[in-house]
């Protein structure tokens, strides 16, 4: 059987003003299959940790969350090779950090170890340490911090693997990128551009046929699709981006979204060797519709920006939280591919991750 030992850095995703009807505390959620089939109340209860309740097995493959992280702790199981965090752990932590709270508030529960500090990082590497000859161990970035960059690079170095919806690690430094891609096996990062689309996986299988891609124009923000609509509408912008902010489609900064980094990054993840287009788009001042065009095989140029569009196109059809990417290549020359659906949520953000955890499989098959 194939045993995934899980790492969760992060477990964010709850709504500000998260009440006990629309959180998995307020809830009793046998397993994630409910969120496919979700009565209203439980809708907004899928989130990054509650992912993995009922998860235990899944699809053949024993998912085994051995820790999870917060900005400030970690919680994690006594024995890394045997115990892993179950239901009723998982149910506890994610009413803990519904709450407000911290992972610390744990301490005395199930038996887990909680630490904070220089001890996370110590702990991390003990563990890829002792699982990486044995089973292995993913590490799940679900944080949208700098911070989780320099651990990652050192679990990549023990043979580990790593799961990012954070789009921060791929995109801070060309030696961070270069170092976490440096085995393309044993990272996954779908989620970090589209949510749970099959964005960088469509590009991928498209590249590695010797279809050439030629040019690819999007509206990748969750966030300001949303917006826009909503001002269209009639309602007003702060209000709107309230509520994109409850809905989990923004960053945890929205200004990230407003002001289209957020957007620069997708473009960065998807292609390496872009900063300065990342860089030049940050002081180019307010966003409206976020649009990316690759010039060429190599992708020579990345631009975010705005562009008028016509209303009867892929583009201007656009509502709500879409996301929609036109892809052009030799084989889609005339008529691109597209890919459109939901571009932010944590459910889809969720499915993605967890389609990315699936992917690598192979690699812990002994
Ligand atoms: N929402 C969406 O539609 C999508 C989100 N993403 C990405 O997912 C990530 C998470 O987003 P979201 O869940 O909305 O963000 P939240 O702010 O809700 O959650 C972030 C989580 O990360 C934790 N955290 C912060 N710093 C660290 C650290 N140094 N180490 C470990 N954990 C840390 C936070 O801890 P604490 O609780 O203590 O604050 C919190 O639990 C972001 O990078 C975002 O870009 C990607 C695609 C779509
Ligand atoms: N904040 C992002 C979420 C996905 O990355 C967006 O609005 O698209």
Redesign the pocket.
Known sequence: MVNIPLLL??????PASSSTTSSPAGTSIPNRFLAFFPPPCIQSAF??TSLFLGLQMFQGVMLRVVGV????SMVAVPDVLTSHLDDEFLLKLCKV?SSGS?LQELGNFGGCQVFSGQEIARKVMEFAATLRKLSGLALVD????T??VELLGQAVNLDCCVVL????PLTSSLNDYDKLVSQPRRIRHE??VG?GLPVISSINRILSSGDPIFRIIGSLS?TLGYVMSEVEGGRPFSEVVNTAKRL??T??DPRDDLGGM?VARKGNNNFDHLHASIGNYAKSGSILVPIKTYNGYQFSRCEVGIQEVAKDSALGRLKGSDNVLEIYSRCYSEQPLVIQGAG???DT?AAGVLADILDIQDLFRH
């Open positions: 850095m992060g477990c964010g995703g709850w989130y990054f992280c917060d900005s400030k950090k911290s679900c944080s949208a911090s911070q989780t919806a954070n789009k921060k989620s970090t949510a969750g989990g489609y960053e945890p957020d932010a949520g944590n953000t």
